[in-house]
């Protein structure tokens, strides 16, 4: 049987690479600035986006600096019911409320801010971009540029890549899927979320090269399935990371303070 999703997804991965090429190296020297001066890289995203989230760090062949920013409500842990799929598709479209959940997060001027939507148009996605954008984060948009011009539901009447500084394009299609079945109305095979982590790992892998030119080399997660690489290695990287996200806490606590009123 010939391949079906392979050789689509293959052709969208060249595409993205051709379409992004030049964003992808400014993007990844901005992050390799943020990172080489001590900050991060934080990503967002909500529903299927907060897997490439997940697909950054802490993963194998990944590095310290990049700072995952996941809600448990903005991703289910069931299909109907408590932590279900409508009850997240609500919160997603909910105006203001992402806002509530950065203001925990340890986000400073000078840092960089992923944010991952296949459509582009969910308030969470946009609220998180214009509320970094505020507080001097460089905001990153990954999204699809088939959904970019399509008429906007947010109240600012703007779709995520017009609140980002960068936008990189997957070139999924606006219906997602992309294997169409004889015999079916609609298609199969979803690409976005795989089209994005694709991006995503480009990115880290730049943005290393970046950081080599500056001759910077932050801890990298190794398997320990690898000879010579136990897990207390690993134990060495987050122990790292913890130490990057309590100077970024430090610095974020006065923004803090002022938020919560004390």
Request: aromatic share 8%.
């Amino acid at each position: 049987m010939t391949n079906l999703y392979l050789p689509r997804l293959a052709e969208l991965m060249q595409r993205a690479g051709e379409v992004n090429e030049t964003t992808l190296d400014a993007v990844s020297e901005r992050f390799a600035d943020t990172l080489a001066a001590g900050g991060l890289v934080h990503l967002f995203g909500s529903g299927h986006s907060v897997l490439p989230c997940q697909e950054a760090f802490p993963r194998y062949g990944s590095y310290v600096g990049f700072n995952p920013l996941t809600d448990p409500r903005l991703m289910w842990h069931d299909v109907l019911g408590t932590g279900g799929v409508r009850e997240l598709l609500w919160l997603e479209r909910t105006e203001g409320y992402i806002a509530k959940f950065l203001d925990q997060q340890p986000l400073n001027a000078g840092d960089c801010l992923i944010v991952f939507s296949h459509s582009g148009g969910n308030a969470a996605g946009i609220d998180a971009a214009r509320y970094a954008r505020d507080r001097g984060l460089f905001v990153v948009a990954v999204s699809s540029g088939a959904n970019r011009h399509a008429p906007s539901s947010h109240s600012c009447g703007r779709r995520l890549p017009d609140e980002a500084d960068a936008f990189v394009d997957t070139c999924a299609p606006v219906e997602d899927s992309i294997v169409p079945i004889e015999g079916w109305s609609r298609p199969v095979s979803g690409s976005s979320t795989v089209l994005a982590m694709v991006l995503t790992h480009e990115l880290i892998a730049r943005t290393a090269q970046a950081l080599a030119r500056r001759h910077v080399e932050p801890p990298v997660f190794a398997s320990p399935t690898i000879p010579g690489v136990t897990l207390g290695d690993t134990d060495r990287v987050y122990t790292v990371y913890r130490q990057r996200m309590l100077d970024a806490q430090q610095r974020h606590l006065p923004t803090f303070r002022a938020t919560m009123g004390a």
